[in-house]
């Protein structure tokens, strides 16, 4: 036998942002903390290991933030002009910076000493890294070379000058201790050997000078940004081009992964960070900062996101914990709460697991009360009744009226398949006339249920009109005619500008035809061709669509 | 470059060879199951229902067909049981047939001697060699005559003038003195008959009209239905002139029929609400079973009380159980029900099966309209119904008193050239509130789930009639399907599928690519290039061709000779693709798409062509006009290959090319791959075919088997897949097989009647085998090597396998050798 349909409810897709799991995530950062540096901040490095602190590089110094308290940790000024780029080593003892004077330093983040000082360079080093080994340390500097060293004997290994303009980019490979890349305003991006002393094994060109590169965790592929534009490339290929994306309309600054290495952080100039799929490099999320972003810091965990801008500022966001989530809304953490009970038939109380308990059923099982998997809405069993009021009466009370007007436009579709809307809408008293009304009005301008609303307002009008109103009701009636009206105007205003689009369109059709003779073949039978109008229509839909 | 030819003043010629060769025959009509009510066996076991000529006996357990009584040569009008297992039918010339129930051989065959009188109405059977026939009244019309007809006396005429229906007859027995009581109604009165005692009465209400009446089988109490829905119980109304009555209403639309179960302590009602009601005699309760699909139209209750089968318009029969629950239905093809005004007027003809016939060419079926908002695909190979879907996937409305309440109704299908789309428009419209719905609905096939998935739902796609749907044929395995849809808003639009992928879940929807109109004039025939590299599109007159991929018009035919506005349009197939047939209210005629000339014309037709259909198999194209003249011809020339003349008063509605599976191997050309199917307003199906062909007369012989489509039990595991035969049987195609070990030998065996079957110990051993999982070639090698082990120097005459026994000649040596070893090895151990 066939069971009871349940009605159904029409909701429209909505146009604009669509809520996808990436947004709800992302969008669960708190406010910012900001502090205010003296300069630019240059480079932001977040320590790999627990407790994530971060290393800020600006103006002539490096300051080390505690993530949670946002106070400075460490700070080490001992530089003459600006510093550049600080990195924490993977083990989160050391620090390395590079500095205007040429020279790469190292210190102790326990004890802040100054280990070592790497002397080499002819110009400022922008950025500098710790390979993976720990023990050797690459510095990418503006005298257009690359150079490796070695920790303990404080001497270089290796130098790279392959480059043509400023080195500003580089990142080590998380494989191999042997590996980097290298990214410089000549627009080529570089793979290194250190094993291949002779020169670079893969350059790629970028079309803009480089502002950052960044390799996968996997080796395979790297990343380069500069320009608008960010470009993926296929290293065991030899550098092939794999995709070119450009989201940004100001130069990219920043590269960074998150989320384990699933997507992939891009800031700008534009005052942009925009987050990418790694798979389909499509943005799935847009954060926004009041200045333009120079650099970006993202916990292992996510749980922080710091984004260094071009005026000094230092923005952390938190990432909101339950706790809080539940401090703000207790009403919806509590219907989460309350699902996932019935979620179950039986549950066990989560603190039996723990060890030498016994069990007790009557405390650690618990029953789910209600299996709501067959619910029937209330105007559904109105409806099934036969009972017309009543189920419209359902659908108007204010929460479902103002929050959910898809229903109660559902349910007066039905009532009009039904031919009950007359019986449902009368003899109806002065309150719950004035709640259509006021729903009516509201409603009527929206498109997609248009149609409706304007049938269940003729019905109104026909059955309300020779019976004696009060003046509230009146003036219900007086504010949907001044809502029509005002559609209406609307309407006439919108078409008056269709029209002039068809002008335009026409005669740019016309000329564009014009120009080309259009061969007509001289049989008895004459070709027609679409009117100038009836092109323009078509054409100007075809864009549209 | 007009090239007019022959110009006719009387239609295309008829003059053809080889035309006897060609019938028309009228599909097996055993479809409609519902047309009388059917008949309980006394055990409760079996029912009988007559379905036009042929009547089935059904198993109530399983609701499968157990026989298939075919003896009747014109449609069968009443049942009854005579004894415990013989079934006495009557068909309309009066002819009576006892047929044994239980292997469905026939017994005795008698006509019925009714005062010289040919036609017959309706037959009851209430026992002792007495008939009760009814015939057609001699003065007025659509009323009849009851008789009674005695093996001993001279038939005597009971009442004159009552009501036709087989429900406006009933008849009981008088407990006290063990007489015959016959009711009957007339429009409004009851006029009752006692036969043994001769008393004679008539009882009248008021003005409503009766409908149907049910006589309780031990006490005599009489119920009556009236179109107000009213159903009146009678108390003794044999006697007095005034009887008590009892009034239950509940029903608001006319009662379709009343029974009492046969305890006598139940009445159950239905009637058009599709609810039936369970009514408790002498109390006020009252119990119901609603949203049974479809109204009622008869009521039957098995003499065990066990069950109660109703028959529903939609052409099935549905068991209740005795908790109220439908738990097995009989379901026939489903005669569309057209739209009807108020109080059954007759339908409007425009609304009959407005999908018309179309072919699904994944399973060779053909789709068209059910019970409103349902659409059905019928094997035409089979006979049979394949399944039954639901599109509007809305409760259906049932009619007020005095208001119709329209439900949703499929009115254009459209199946994409690979069966993998579906495309559905529903309209629902309310004349008097001047509101209408349309909604295009677009399905996936899903092979693993083997149905249909809504994909897209587009709520309205045109703002007026969307006069044809079609998809674009020809398309690559990678080219997006595109559907192409005019309506009577000007408006003509394609469709794509658009792939909305993204990186959170795999997505693909239809929307709207274009829109476009041409010169605000009314699209009315739509058509595609065989390959799909054309789309012609008719605006009154005018022939207009567009590049399906660019939406570009490239060429616009029109001709002082056709301007009447076109109805119909087809390209032709196979060698005849240039030529687009077009059809005019009066005209049929056809232009060359490459040399953009009209080719020929055929003016003044008897009647306005009411469907074109080109052969998917060949260059044929079919004809069909209203007057039910058929002309089958090739689009290059105006000459038909075969005419089929006025076939009956009943007007075509949908015709159709049915693909064979088999080809014919001699015939005329446009016969051997197809034959043409075409369906009348009164939705029978007729088929225009070759007589050598009897391929679907065949399966009228065969009971139908449901059961390759049960689902899996313990039992049916345990059944064998097949019998093993020496003659090759030919296998129908089966949807949804679930391939279950062994399943046609136990199917054969619980078949075969017990007394037919051979000794137990003959086929134990077979039945058993059939069970078994079968690996083929590892029995053989097993069978090989045990062979050789047991006699290694035994010679082997099979020349063939000589390689084979080798290689394992070899191996068994070497495992010789190796026990040998073996026992060497322990014998040192030890």
Request: glycine share 6%; hydrophobic share 40%.
């Amino acid at each position: 036998m066939a069971s009871f349909k349940k009605t159904q409810i029409r909701s429209l897709p909505k146009i604009g942002q669509k809520v996808t799991a990436d947004t709800l995530y992302w969008r669960k950062l708190n406010f910012p903390v900001t502090v205010k540096e003296f300069g630019p901040i240059d480079y932001i490095d977040v320590m790999p290991i627990e407790p994530y602190f971060i290393a800020v590089s600006s103006a002539a110094k490096v300051q080390i933030y505690n993530p949670i308290t946002h106070q400075v940790h460490r700070h080490f000024t001992r530089f003459k002009e600006a510093a550049y780029g600080a990195s924490i080593r993977s083990d989160g003892k050391l620090v390395i910076a590079g500095c205007d004077e040429g020279h790469v330093k190292l210190f102790d983040i326990g004890s802040k000493s100054l280990l070592r000082i790497f002397k080499g360079h002819k110009g400022p080093v922008h950025r500098c890294k710790f390979t993976t080994d720990n023990v050797h340390v690459v510095s990418f500097s503006d005298d257009k070379s690359v150079a490796l060293w070695d920790l303990p004997s404080e001497t270089e290994i290796i130098k790279f000058s392959e480059h043509s303009d400023y080195v500003r980019a580089g990142c080590v490979s998380s494989i191999s201790s042997d590996l980097f890349l290298s990214g410089s305003f000549d627009h080529t991006v570089k793979l290194y050997d250190a094993r291949s002393p002779t020169g670079s094994t893969i350059s790629v060109d970028h079309g803009s000078p480089v502002e950052s590169v960044l390799m996968y965790p996997s080796n395979s592929i790297f990343v380069s940004v500069g320009g608008t534009e960010l470009r993926v490339w296929d290293m065991l290929a030899g550098g092939r081009l794999l995709a070119r994306v450009s989201q940004h309309h100001k130069t990219i600054t920043c590269l960074h992964l998150a989320s384990d290495g699933k997507r992939l952080v891009t800031g700008g100039l534009d005052r942009h960070a925009k987050i990418y799929d790694v798979q389909s490099y499509q943005v799935v999320h847009t954060l926004d900062f009041p200045s333009p972003v120079l650099s970006l810091g993202i916990t292992p965990d996510d749980f922080t996101v710091v984004a260094g801008m071009a005026n000094g500022l230092i923005s952390m966001q938190h990432r909101q914990t339950q706790a809080e989530a539940r401090a703000l809304n207790p009403k919806q953490s509590l219907k989460v709460q309350k699902k996932s009970q019935t979620a179950y038939r039986f549950r066990l109380n989560a603190d039996f697991r723990s060890v030498n308990r016994t069990f007790n059923p009557a405390t650690d099982v618990e029953v789910a009360t209600k299996t709501d998997t067959n619910f029937v809405s209330r105007y559904d069993m109105f409806l099934r009744k036969f009972q017309y009021s009543k189920a419209l009466d359902t659908v108007l009370t204010p929460y479902i009226r103002k929050k959910k007007p898809a229903i109660t436009v559902g349910v007066m579709h039905e009532l009009i398949r039904r031919n009950g809307l007359k019986s449902a809408l009368a003899a109806r008293d002065d309150s719950s006339l004035s709640s259509i009304l006021t729903f009516l009005a509201r409603n009527i301008n929206d498109p997609s249920h248009a149609n409706i609303i304007i049938q269940v307002a003729n019905t109104l009008l026909e059955i309300y009109e020779s019976s004696s109103l009060t003046p509230q009701s009146e003036k219900l009636f007086l504010q949907l005619q001044e809502h029509v009206n005002r559609e209406v105007e609307y309407v006439k205003h919108l078409m008056e500008i269709e029209g002039m689009l068809h002008i335009l369109l026409a005669s740019t059709t016309t000329q564009a035809r014009r120009s080309s003779t259009y061969a007509v073949q001289g049989s008895p039978v004459k070709p027609m061709l679409p009117s100038a109008a009836a092109a323009a229509n078509a054409t100007m839909i075809f864009n549209v669509g | 470059m007009v090239k007019m030819a022959n110009k006719k003043t009387r239609g295309p010629d008829k003059t053809q060879a080889n035309t006897s060769d060609i019938v028309v025959k009228k599909l097996d009509d055993a479809t409609d199951i519902v047309r009388q009510p059917p008949v309980f066996t006394n055990d409760s076991k079996y029912i009988c229902i007559a379905s036009g000529r042929q009547i089935g006996i059904y198993s109530v357990e399983s609701a499968e067909k157990v026989h298939s009584l075919e003896e009747h040569t014109f449609d069968v009008i009443g049942l009854a049981i005579k004894d415990d297992n013989i079934l006495l039918s009557c068909d309309a010339s009066g002819e009576t047939i006892e047929w044994n129930i239980n292997n469905g051989t026939t017994l005795k065959k008698a006509p019925l001697v009714v005062a010289g009188i040919k036609e017959f109405h309706s037959f009851h059977y209430p026992g002792n060699g007495k008939v009760l026939v009814a015939t057609p009244s001699t003065y007025t019309t659509n009323m009849s005559s009851l008789w009674i007809v005695d093996s001993h006396t001279r038939p005597r005429k009971l009442f004159a003038d009552i009501k036709s229906t087989p429900h406006s007859i009933a008849f009981g027995c008088n407990q006290g003195n063990g007489s015959l009581v016959v009711v009957a109604l007339q429009d409004h009165s009851v006029v009752v008959k006692d036969i043994t005692n001769g008393v004679d009465k008539k009882h009248m209400t008021d003005q409503r009209k009766f409908t149907c009446v049910a006589l309780h089988s031990e006490k005599l109490i009489m119920a009556t239905g009236d179109i107000s829905g009213r159903i009146l119980i009678w108390h003794d109304f044999v006697h007095k002139s005034r009887p008590v009555k009892t009034v239950y209403h509940w029903h608001t639309l006319p009662v379709n029929s009343v029974c009492f179960s046969s305890e006598g302590e139940y009445l159950y009602s239905g009637g058009s609400e599709k609810v039936m009601v369970k009514w408790r005699l002498g109390m006020s309760r009252k119990q119901f079973l609603p949203r049974m699909g479809s109204s009622i139209k008869y009521i039957v209750n098995a003499p065990d009380n066990i069950c109660v089968a109703t028959s529903h318009s939609d052409n099935a029969i549905r068991f209740i159980d005795s908790t109220n629950k439908i738990n097995r239905a009989i379901i026939g093809l489903v005669k569309h029900d057209p739209i009807r005004g108020f109080a059954d007027t007759e339908p409007i003809k425009e609304s009959v099966m407005p999908t018309g016939l179309v072919f699904d060419p994944r399973s060779h079926g053909i789709f068209f309209n059910a019970q409103a908002g349902f659409l059905q695909l019928f094997d035409p190979q089979k006979n049979s119904l394949i399944f039954n879907m639901d599109v509007a996937n809305r409760n259906v409305l049932t009619d007020e008193r005095n208001l119709v309440i329209g439900n949703a109704e499929v009115l254009r299908v459209a199946v994409s050239p690979t069966g993998e789309w579906l495309a559905t428009l529903e309209v629902w419209s309310n004349m008097s509130a001047g509101y209408h719905d349309m909604n295009l609905k677009f399905w996936r096939y899903d092979a693993v789930q083997a149905n249909y998935e809504l994909n897209t739902d587009v709520t309205m796609p045109h703002q007026d009639r969307v006069t044809a749907l079609c998809f674009q044929p020809g398309l690559l395995g990678t080219e997006m399907p595109c559907l192409v849809s005019i309506g009577r808003d000007l408006k003509f639009k394609i469709w794509r599928l658009v792939d909305d992928t993204d990186i959170y879940r795999q997505k693909e929807s239809w929307s709207c690519d274009v829109a476009g109109d041409f010169r605000k004039l009314t699209p009315s025939a739509l058509s595609f290039s065989e390959d799909g590299s054309l789309m012609a599109i008719a605006f009154q007159d005018t022939v207009t061709l567009w590049d399906p991929t660019s939406i570009n018009l490239n060429t616009t035919l029109s001709h002082t000779l056709v301007q009447e506005p076109i109805e119909l349009m087809e390209f032709g197939r196979d060698n005849c693709f240039r030529y687009l047939v077009c059809a005019s209210k009066s005209a049929l005629y056809a232009w060359d798409v490459i040399s953009q000339g009209l080719v020929w014309k055929v003016g003044q037709l008897h009647s306005s062509v009411r469907c074109l259909v080109p052969d998917p198999k060949s260059c044929y194209m079919a004809a069909v006009l209203q007057n039910s003249e058929v002309f089958v011809f090739s689009p290059s020339s105006s000459k038909p290959v075969h005419s089929v003349p006025k076939m009956n008063s009943s007007e075509p509605i949908a015709a159709l090319f049915v693909p064979r599976p088999n080809p014919l191997a001699s015939g005329p050309e446009w016969l051997i791959n197809s034959r043409l199917l075409i369906v009348d307003d009164q939705q029978e199906f007729l088929c225009v075919d070759d007589v050598s062909s009897a391929g679907f007369n065949q399966k009228l012989t065969t009971p139908i088997s449901h059961m390759d489509s049960l689902p899996w039990t313990p039992f049916s595991a345990m059944k064998a897949e097949k019998q093993i035969s020496a003659a090759k049987q030919l296998v129908p195609v089966v949807h949804q097989t679930s391939g279950i070990q062994g399943y046609k030998s136990v199917q054969s065996l619980l078949e075969t009647s017990a007394s037919a079957l051979p000794p137990m110990s003959r086929i134990c051993s077979l039945f058993m085998s059939d069970l078994m999982i079968k690996h083929g070639p590892k029995a053989v090698t097993a069978k090989v090597n045990s062979v050789d082990r047991t006699s290694t120097d035994l010679p082997l005459s099979n020349g063939h396998i000589d390689s084979k026994t080798q290689d394992f000649s070899e191996e068994t040596t070497l495992q010789k050798l190796l026990t040998l070893d073996c026992q060497w090895l322990v014998e040192t151990v030890k």
